[in-house]
């Protein structure tokens, strides 16, 4: 490990195993010849040696743990945050997460979606992680950060290496840094709780769908290498009515029907070719072969009930992605003001971020 511990000779005797027999073996020799001078030249005898060494060869078993601390919030945990916390597990032994209280969230960031007690299951339940301090402040103080060290005997503060700036625009971390008890990790680029929380928001927009009274008109097909053919034929079919709805068929139903050659586009490019004619007003992607009578699915479940191989589990919990959408969307207009802010910052980190090149 290229890190330094607390006690470095410890570190030493557990890397270096081979230099025990060398120790050892001037032991004997001086041992010997200490004796043969009647122990008049002031080493020890090895009679002496012996609590020594094996103090020596114990410390070497209870090699020191390198204790870790990586706080957050862990607000909607994403794979951003299992790979921090990974990240922060390879740089020790032992790795001790700082859950953020919801009053601290409250005051640096805005509302967290999830309670203290659903950011503690969460965590809780990651592979990498050993230990979990609730209701750790936001900003590392002088008084928290000698907590950490004396109390649960952490050896290192870590945190990705996007800014974490406390209201008043200090850095969270400074003490840490300025004691030379802090390292970074690398952050994950592309997901963060802002940007789950704006796909949420983003889903509440209105989605153009047919009127009451409309007439919807419902067409099918592979619409490969969408050509001059296809665009004719929904203009037609939106002319039957007010809406035109067009099922594109799964990868596996074109197969079926053309041969193993085709498609030559995949579901999505289909899709994508569809949407864009200016007759479709709305595709379903992969739609079936067969037009059923309600178009529902069917039990997915069925074959293993049969089977008698089914069994259903009661949750304990009555938390779905669709209670926790609903949060937010409820309280929309404070998490738009709390993402507005945040999604500047995480732009500007971003776009100053250097490349390091392979030159
Ligand atoms: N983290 C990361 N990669 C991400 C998001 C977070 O490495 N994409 C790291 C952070 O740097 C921090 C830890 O995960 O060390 C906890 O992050 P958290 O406080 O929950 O922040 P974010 O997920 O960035 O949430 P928000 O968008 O609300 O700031």
Request: some cysteine; charged content about 40%.
């Given at each position: 490990m290229e890190f330094e511990s607390n006690d470095s000779n410890w570190d030493g005797v557990y890397y270096y195993p081979q230099l025990f027999g060398g120790v050892m073996l001037t032991a004997a020799v001086l041992g010997l010849s200490t004796s043969y001078f009647g122990g008049t030249v002031g080493l020890p005898t090895l009679p002496y040696m012996l609590p020594y060494l094996k103090n020596l060869q114990k410390k070497k078993r209870e090699k020191r743990k390198i204790r870790v601390y990586m706080d957050g919030?862990?607000?909607?945990?994403h794979y951003g945050h299992a790979n921090a916390l990974r990240q922060a597990k390879a740089l020790g032994d032992e790795l001790v997460v700082g859950l953020v209280s919801d009053e601290e969230i409250v005051a640096n960031k805005g509302p967290p979606v999830l309670s203290m007690e659903e950011r503690l299951a969460l965590v809780s339940g990651l592979k990498w992680v050993d230990e979990v301090i609730a209701d750790a402040p936001y900003a590392i103080t002088e008084e928290f950060m000698s907590r950490l060290f004396?109390?649960?005997?952490?050896?290192y503060i870590i945190h990705g290496d996007d800014p974490c700036l406390l209201p008043d625009g200090s850095d969270a971390y400074a003490l840490a840094k300025k004691v030379g008890r802090y390292k970074q990790i690398k952050r994950t680029e592309g997901v963060s709780s802002t940007d789950i929380v704006g796909r949420i928001l983003a889903s509440m927009e209105d989605k153009k769908g047919p009127g009451p009274n409309a007439r919807v008109v419902y067409i099918d097909g592979a619409f490969d290498l969408f050509h001059a053919g296809h665009v004719e034929i929904l203009k037609r079919a939106r002319q039957l009515g007010d809406f035109l709805l067009v099922g594109i068929h799964t990868d596996e139903i074109v197969s079926e029907q053309r041969g193993p050659h085709f498609p030559l586009m995949h579901l999505h490019e289909r899709s994508l070719s569809v949407l864009a004619c200016r007759y479709v007003d709305e595709v379903i992607i992969g739609a079936p072969w067969e037009i059923t009578k309600d178009m529902s699915q069917p039990d997915p479940y069925s074959v293993p009930k049969n089977m008698g191989m089914f069994r259903m589990i009661e949750s304990?919990?009555?938390?779905t992605t669709t209670s926790v959408a609903q949060r937010i969307k409820a309280n929309h207009e404070i998490y738009e003001k709390r993402n507005a802010k945040k999604e500047a910052s995480e732009k500007k980190f971003y776009e100053e971020r250097k490349y390091i090149s392979g030159d």
């Open positions: 919030c862990f607000d909607l945990m004396n109390e649960h005997k952490i050896d304990p919990k009555d938390i």
